[in-house]
Structure formats: C-alpha cells, structure tokens
C-alpha cells in the first residue's frame, strides 16, 4: 500500500505541482486548502507526512503543527514546513517535535521528494531525520 | 581753616612776647629795679612783637592762601576733567607735583577700571544672549535635555523634560534630582554617570519611562509595560581643574524610529512573501518540464500557462512595488494634461468587457451630461479607475453588476469618480486597512488572485499625485462602492492640498 502524503496550501499551483511530483514518485497524495480541511483529513484517515505551507488565511502552517501535535492520533506525524517568509521564521516557533524540516519558497519539488524519502526511512528507523541532522 | 591756624599761631608768639616782657617787669619791681629798665623793656618786647607781626603776617597769609589752593586742587581732583591746581606758591609746588603725579596715577588706573567696567558689560550682555539663544534652542528640542551640577542638583531642565518626567520646570532649578524626578532609574544613571566622571565617553542606556500623567495605583497593577522608550544620553561635563562639574542627560524618544524601522521589516518581510510566491511557482513548473514529469503534450501546455501567467503576476507586482516607492520618493515622472475622465472610463470598461461577460456580469456606465475634464496623468489615471473596476469584477459573483459612475462637484471644483458593485463586500474590521500595502481580506484570498498592492497604488496616485481623495463605502454582503474624487484644476489641486 502507497505511503499517504497531505500537501496543505492556499496557492492551487502549488497544490497541483507537488501532487503531480508525489504521485509520479509514488505516493498517495490528498490536498487541502488551508489547516482546517487538512486537520478533517489528518483525524479521518491515517496520513504518513504533511507538508505544509507556513502562511495561510485562518490557520497559519504553525498553527496547524501544533493542532496535529495535540491530538494523539496526529501527534506522531512528520511535518515538513515550506515557506515564503525566508529567513523572518522565528526559530523558537520551530521547536515543535513534529516538523522535522523547513524549506524556503522558491523550493524544488525534487527536493520534496527527497525529503519526504529521508522521512519516511527516519520514521522506519525510529529517528527522525531532525534528530539525525542535529547530532551530524 | 588751615590759614585760620597759621594767624592763631602768630598771635600766640605775640602774645607770649608779651607775657615774657611782663614777667621780666614783674621780676624787676620785686628785686627793685628801676622803671627805665622796665621801660627799656617793654619797649624792647613791642619792637620785637612789631618786627614779628610785620614779617610773619605776609607768610601767614601766603601760606593760608597756598594751603586754599592745595586744599581747592584736593577738592576738585575727584573730578577728571579739571587740572589738579596751580601751586601759587614755590615753596608748595613740590607737594603739588607729588600730588599731581599720585592723582595722574590713580585717573589712569580709573580709566581702566572703567575701560574694564564696560568691556565685561558688553562681554556679560553677550554671554546672556547666547544663553537666552542655548535655552530658546533647549527648549525648542523634542529631546529632554537635563544639566546637573556636580552636586547632582539640576542646574537647567527644558521643557520637553518636564514634561516627559512630569516637574515643573521653574521650581525644579537647583534642586537635587532625587526630589525632582520620579524615575528613580534615571536619577540612578545621573549619579552614576557623575561618580564614574568619564569624560571621554558618552553612555548610551534604552530605559523606558512611564507615562506621568499615568496614574500610579494603575502602573502597579502590572501595567508598568506602558511607557515610552527613550535613548538615554549622560556625558559628563569637567570644569577648568578637570573636576567633574555636572552632567548633561538627554532622552530622545524611540517610539518613531521603532515604527519605521518595524514598517521597513514588515515591508521587506511581505514583499519577500508575494515575489517568492509566483516564483516558487515558476521554478516548480520548470522543474518539473526538465524533469519530464509532464508525460503528455495537454500537461505541458498547462505547465507553460502557469508559468506565464505567474511570470505577469510576478513583473505586475514588481512594477506596483517599483511604482509605489517611486510615487512615495517623489521622484515619479508626472505627465500633466487635460484628461477627459467620460473617454477614460470608456477605455477602462472596454478593457474590461471580455472578463465581465466571462462571469455574466453587467457594466454599467452613468457619466453626468457635463465637462468632465481634469487636468492630470492620463495613464496613472486610467489605472485607478481599470484597477477598480478589475476589484469590482474580481469580487462580484457571476451574474451580478458593476456600475461605474462620473460626475462633477462644483463645490469644491473636483471630478467624482465611482464603481459599484453587487459584490461581496468588504468585512468591517478590513476597511481601515484596505489600502494598505500588501494587505488583503483573509476570507477574499481564494476568491481572487492580487498582489495586494493595486488599492495602495491608486491611493498614492489619487492622493499624492492628484490631490484627491479615494474612500470606500461597502457592507458585507451588499457589494461596494469604491469612489475617488480628483481637482479639475492642477492649481487647485495644490491649493486644497
């Protein structure tokens, strides 16, 4: 069974070119327009990464990091952040344990792939990919 | 009186000539002398007291005269103007001429005494305008400004001082800080800044100061955050003996360099935002085409339209940002003609015919039967009214109607421009923020595509170079009218501004 990918943003181009590179890779993917229809998503049915866009209307990328940390049922699942706002992210928003990895808009979808890969090995492994990158 | 004494002084010799001829008398009948001993002496004692009468009286009186004239030149000495006298007598002229030479010498000394006198006059009436002029420039500072002496007394406070730390300024003259200012931080930093008597530096501390009108029970309960952050200037001030002679603190007030420099990293923070946006887009897209993840012709079309159209989006931005900046630095080109606003608006709405039928939406044009012409940039113009009439279509579901509406104002002389829509219209709590930069109703994001930055560029165009106004009035659910109103007249343009 395909490893289940939600691609969460507010930008249809960017929904559209991420899902096309996830499912040639390999992956199922759901997208979701902002925090509220992804968090529907991530409670229904079992979701292994989220990636996220970190400036939305109603729920910012953060906002929905700390929703799915909450709920014990989404608690565990990797998140990985892209974002716009270049180097203005404050760190300490970061220190969540479920987003492993931010990326900066303009980003590459083969670079998504990628990390998405790491991801889903580190969570096999038992170590997240943060974890590894920090002890490097 | 002098010559008084000298007379005095003769009469007493004659007198006592006399007295001695009696005694000798007086002697001669006790011892039985004869009376032409006696006679021989009286006359004797006459002839003497003749003799001394007729050579003394001469020198009595010339010498009363001298002394006169000694005690007249005296006199009139004080005065500067009259010589000190003319010695009427050769024997006198060598105590006139030490009494002369000893009054030339202290004249000389009044004279620059006096040459002095006026010389720290002048210096004293130009040292008081030069500090009539440091207190008028003190005063006129928005920064506080607070010298105090050595004894941490305060020596001058202007009024920006007393206002921020809440004294009066004139009781507050050499009285020592503690009793004058609350901020016992600061009074704290002034006595520091005394004690460490460092000349060669200037100390910089952020402190923030609370309101003094500010009641006090307030600001303890935990409202104490409330203040106004200031850049605390002590330099101490040395005197001739290198002592410390006081120290000069100066607070100027952050709040508005805080704000501008917040307004910048936002700015460059949500500008960052939108140029990322459609590039991350385009750089995707690319991607992907090099990648050959586009497996048929249909998708490879769709790639190379999104490309192009976040590419439009990308230079649109680009030139609003680059139109704003250059509109705010005042360094835009302004073409000034006499615009007809009625062909403008056509224009406006032929261009935006193919977009309104697209969503079944009606156009409406309601231009008054009059000159509708005002003297401004005929292309930064057309854009305002294109870029409401673009919103207007953009916001407002299919089958609704976009009414554009001209007239003029002859009160105040203005052309009124309006666009109304069936639309959504605009929440409330948006509408103070509409024409901010980069700003964008939340709920509207999905509705429609924008850069944020049309609304803020119509503004300066209306605003800062016509000399309008542009406004909004609009209730949520019941559509919007944005209008702009701009001079007929450039002139009088400038004088309403």
Known sequence: MPQRILVVDDEAHILQVLSLKLRNAGYEVLTAVDGEEALEYATRQTIDVVISDYQMPYMTGLDLCRALARNPATANVPVLLLTARGHTLDPEDLTLRNIRDVLSKPFSPRAVVDLVQRLLDGAAGGASPRVRSEVA | ?497
């Open chain 2, 1 to 497: 009186m002098k010559a008084g004494k000298i007379s005095s002084l003769l009469l007493v010799l004659l007198i006592t000539a006399l007295a001695t001829v009696v005694r000798v008398f007086l002697m001669d009948a006790q011892s039985d002398l004869d009376a032409s001993v006696v006679s021989q002496a009286v006359g004797f004692a006459s002839v003497v007291a003749g003799a001394s009468f007729i050579v003394l009286a001469p020198v009595g009186i010339a010498i009363d005269r001298a002394i006169a004239n000694l005690r007249r030149g005296i006199e009139g000495a004080s005065d500067a103007n009259t010589p000190v006298f003319s010695p009427g007598m050769r024997l006198m002229r060598p105590v006139a001429r030490a009494f002369t030479a000893t009054v030339d010498v202290f004249r000389q000394r009044e004279q620059s005494l006096r040459s002095q006198l006026s010389d720290l006059e002048i210096r004293h009436r130009v040292s008081e305008a030069e500090r009539r002029q440091i207190e008028a420039v003190l005063h006129a500072l928005r920064d506080a400004v607070i010298v105090t002496d050595a004894f941490n007394e305060i020596v001058m406070a202007n009024q920006a001082a007393a206002n921020i730390l809440g004294f009066d300024r004139k009781t507050s003259i050499h009285k020592p800080i503690d009793e004058v200012i609350s901020d016992t931080t600061l009074c704290t930093l002034i006595r520091d800044a005394r004690d460490t008597a460092n000349f060669t530096d200037t100390r910089h501390v952020e402190h923030t100061v609370s309101d003094p009108k500010a009641k006090p029970g307030r600001a303890q309960a935990g409202q104490g955050a409330a203040g106004t952050v200031y850049d605390v200037t002590l330099a101490c001030v040395e005197n001739h003996k290198r002592e410390v002679a006081g120290v000069v603190t100066i607070l100027h007030d952050l709040t508005r360099e805080r704000e501008l420099s917040q307004m910048k990293s936002d700015f460059v923070s949500k500008a960052s935002h939108e140029l990322r946006t459609p590039l991350s887009s385009i750089r995707a897209y690319v991607e992907m085409l090099v990648d050959g993840e586009a497996t048929d012709e249909g998708a490879r079309h769709e790639f190379y339209r999104i490309m192009q159209n976040e590419t439009e989006r990308l230079s649109r931005l680009i030139d609003n940002m680059l139109n704003i900046s250059r509109i705010e630095a005042g360094i835009v080109q302004i073409d000034r003609e006499n615009v007809d606003i009625k062909a403008l608006v056509a224009r406006a709405a032929h261009t935006i015919e193919p977009q309104a039928r697209e969503k079944r939406i009606t156009l409406h044009q309601r231009m008054a039967d009059v000159d509708l012409t005002v003297e401004g940039d005929a292309d930064m113009l057309y854009q305002v009214v294109l870029n409401l009439m673009s919103n207007s279509v953009k916001y407002t579901p299919e089958g609704g109607r976009v009414t554009v509406a001209a007239d003029s104002d002859n009160l105040t002389r203005s052309v009124l421009v309006s666009v109304s829509d069936t639309g959504l219209g605009i929440p409330p709590d948006a509408l103070p923020r509409l024409f901010d930069k980069f700003f964008r109703v939340e709920n509207y994001k999905r509705v429609a595509k924008g850069t944020g930055l049309g609304l803020s560029l119509c503004k300066h165009i209306v605003e800062t170079v016509h000399h309008g106004q542009i406004g909004v009035d609009s209730k949520l659910g019941m559509g919007s009218k944005f209008w702009f109103s701009v001079p007929m007249t450039y002139a009088g343009a400038r004088a309403a501004a």
